[in-house]
């Protein structure tokens, strides 16, 4: 038999005592929702509006729409040049459209993107030339952008490192009055190397204004979800160091750029880093050199597909009255040209010049430098004249 | 000119850089009011506060990605790893990010930095305090590798650190931190990339490098009482590595031996031996003779002089340069797969 309190006060009020008030929760604020946040349903249909996460004004979601589909578009292109050649290797986002538009739609020009090697589209997204976004993979230079410029880190093949400079660039950037936000892009995998944590420890102690996104398409190359945590969502990994953190469905567009412009502000506004985690998927195999039938069923690719994040989109801006076909037709036609153009600029064959192999290893030569690079001077005039 | 010892010298340089650009700031583990555990960044923090002169989380892969960050921003960061072999932990960062960025993106970004490294051992330290880990830095191109066993070094190579375009792996070794010597601050020493000769000589080449060079030292001093007349180069800057002195050294001497306190096998010493033969072939009386540690892992206090390379192994290898004309006998024992 229980009593509740207030059947015991009642039996007794001369015994009642002032409630001691109860201490606060330190994770308050720090965890995410139990269910990622969603602002449209996988039809389309839009869900109640929620005063936590505001919509984006409707003319960011119709350019998002738009860089979407062009995304996608140059997404396959690049596929489609590996097999031409044109391209070593490629990792498609194809399905993560959302977040890769998402995540640089929620910054500023002057902001930081610390990218890595699956962020093609994302920094196509941003407006860097893909000729230079692909340079790395066709493998005439490593990183083909400038990345002061662009405001843009080269896109990291290391795991997990990006967060630890994204951590530093933010500090050093507030250090200095600025207001800048960086926000580094991570997958699944990455969650599980020892610079997660360093990065988002740092950041998080240094109160630096780093957006930390994570992408959980599911798999790390070929290794589930369930081989990289046993924690109910990558996002609960926040709160250990002190991070607000939320988690999203990574196919809503409408819901990732609501909830990364919350992070962003509230990174913006100085109060540290934030955690986004994207619950999404890769629809392509890891690269294109990467046979998926070895680890997962088409059933299972499949079913991704009635949660694609552009018909999505479409669906409601045209239920919003803000697309219409011929607005839809327009934006395609743009994805075509913009495929036609990468297209041919990367048929034309890249020059690439042995002797620059010794420039920028150090800001001067070293005179051994110096003594390699005249004898490669001397190997290539010696080919030039047998050729001759 | 001032007595002072090396742990006092880096330390005006820490401060005398940071008085100078105010875009420089040291972090690391212990550095703040502690001054570290070796006391070089000592009164720093009181000095500049705590945002140019601040503690990190302990964690060296973070301190040195932190610093990419800081770096990419326009700051001058100058780290501290605690101790030789804490350093691993930043590997990955400091080999295929701080080594490569200028590299990576054509010049675009650079990330001028240093990364000071307490190293090397004879200082009775337990294990994973005593590693000789310059090899690793050395062998890692888009790094400069320096190591000062001069109270003058000491201050004006961390200057010239600093003020580099480029990130430098500075080798303090903890042997040397607390001897004292006059200096004068005011005046630089010679620049990256210059050997300099500590005592000229005329019968041989002594090369040495950090804790290395005193020994190299007293070796040369002691040998004047068996009649030989030893140069002592200290190399000073690994990377980049001065061949044109060393070189001429070994020329006017014709026999040199190679001194350094790390491992040998695939060391330092090895390439430095291999760019003398290289260089100096013609010129030589005997083969380029190596003392270094022991190919061991750094062994515990009460048998780390067994390991260190000691004066009278230095002139037992000095002995072996062929001085009557005949080849060493070590090589020549019949069938020997050596």
Known sequence: MTTTPQAARRASPRKRRPATPAAPDPSAGLLPQTDPVRLLNPDGTPLPSRADYPEPPVEALREMYRRMVIGRRFDAQSTALTKQGRLAVYPSSRGQEACQVGGVLALRDGDWVFPTYRESMALTARGIDPVEVLTLLRGDWHCGY??????????????????????????????????????????????????????????????????????????????????????????????????????????????????????????????????????????????????????????????????????????????????????????AEQAEAYAAELRERMNAQPTVDPLSLFEHVYAQPTPQLVEQREQVRAELAAAQEEDA | ????????????????????????????????????????????????????????????????????????????????????????????????????????????????????????????????????????????????????????????????????????????????YFASAE?????????????????????????????????????????????????????????????ATVTASVRRTGRCVVVQEAQGFAGVGAEIAARVQERCFHALHAPVLRVSGLDIPYPAPMLEHTHLPSVDRVLDAVARLQWDDQPDPRWLTEGSAA
């Open chain 1, 146 to 331: 400038d990345p002061a410029e662009r405001r843009t880190a080269p896109q990291c093949t290391p795991l997990a490192t990006q967060c630890v400079h994204a951590a530093g660039l933010a500090y050093g950037e507030s250090y200095q009055g600025r207001d800048t936000v960086a926000l580094a892009f991570i997958g699944d995998g990455a969650t599980s190397e020892g610079d997660f944590h360093e990065g988002i420890n740092f950041a998080a102690v240094f109160k630096a204004p780093v957006v930390y996104f994570v992408q959980n398409n599911r798999y790390a190359i070929s290794v589930p979800l369930s081989r990289q945590t046993a924690a109910p969502s990558l996002a609960y990994k926040g709160v250990g160091y002190g991070v607000p953190s939320e988690q999203v469905d990574g196919n809503d567009p409408v819901a990732v750029l609501a909830v990364l412009n919350r992070a962003v502000a509230h990174a913006r506004a100085g109060k540290g880093p934030y955690l986004v985690e994207a619950h999404t998927y890769r629809m392509e195999p890891h690269t294109n050199a990467d046979d998926q039938t070895r680890y997962r069923d088409a059933d299972e690719v499949e079913a991704w597909r009635d949660r694609d994040p552009i018909a999505r989109l479409e669906t409601y801006l045209r239920a919003r009255d803000v697309l219409d076909d011929a607005a839809v037709a327009e934006i």
């Open chain 2, 1 to 176: 000119m001032a007595t002072m010892t090396m742990a006092k010298a880096l330390n005006a340089a820490l401060a005398d850089a940071m008085l100078d650009d105010e875009r420089v700031v040291v972090f690391g583990e212990d550095v703040g009011q502690l001054g570290g555990v070796f006391r070089i960044t000592d009164g720093l923090q009181a000095r500049f506060g705590d945002k140019r002169c601040f503690d990190t989380p302990l964690a060296e892969a973070g301190i040195v990605g932190f610093a990419v960050g800081l770096a990419m921003s326009g700051l001058r960061p100058v780290v501290e790893m605690q101790f030789d072999a804490f350093a691993y932990p930043a590997f990955e960062q400091i080999a295929s990010h701080v080594a490569k960025l200028r590299n990576r993106t054509r010049g675009a970004l650079s990330v001028p930095m240093v990364i000071r490294v307490p190293y090397a051992g004879g200082i009775g330290g337990v294990e994973h305090h005593c590693d000789s880990s310059e090899a690793y830095y050395a062998h890692t191109p888009g790094l400069k590798v320096v190591t000062p066993a001069t109270v003058g070094d000491a201050y004006s190579l961390l200057r010239e650190a600093i003020d580099d375009p480029d990130p430098v792996v500075f080798m303090e070794p903890k042997k040397l």
């Open chain 2, 183 to 243: 200096a004068d601050l005011s005046a630089r020493t010679e620049p990256f990339g210059r050997a300099v000769v500590r005592r000229p000589g005329r019968d041989a080449t002594l090369v040495a490098y950090g804790p290395a060079v005193p020994v190299a030292l007293e070796a040369a001093e002691a040998a004047r009482e068996e009649g030989w007349d030893l140069e002592v180069v200290d190399v000073r800057t690994i990377v980049p590595f001065d061949d």
